[in-house]
């Protein structure tokens, strides 16, 4: 009888979740240090955190990349890392951010996710 699964299948799914889990937390780290830069005018103070924000983003891939397959390069991965911040912005980061909302209301809620 045939597997439903053939051998792979399975763990290629899972790196795929786990890409776009990546995703996600590179979105909600970007609203942290969005945040964090904040309360700071100065365009130095700026820079050095944005450049706080893309190292540990790096880290983060690399990291994660490591994990899921021993650090191997593929493009689906880094595809579904950028389907994870884009659900990120477009969803719970929308809802975070406040954009599209007149008041908190959960008809403006339903209403900015669709």
Known sequence: MRELFPPGELTEFAGFVAAVNCGLVIGIMYDLFALLRKPFKSAVTT???????????????????????CGTLRLYLFAAIALGIYLYAHFPGRLIRGQNLQKNSCVDVIYALG
């Not at 893309?54 to 899921?68: D, E, G, K, M």
């Open 47 to 69: 820079g050095i955190i944005d450049l706080l924000y893309y190292a540990a983003a790096v880290v983060l891939v690399a990291l994660t990349l490591l994990y899921i397959n």
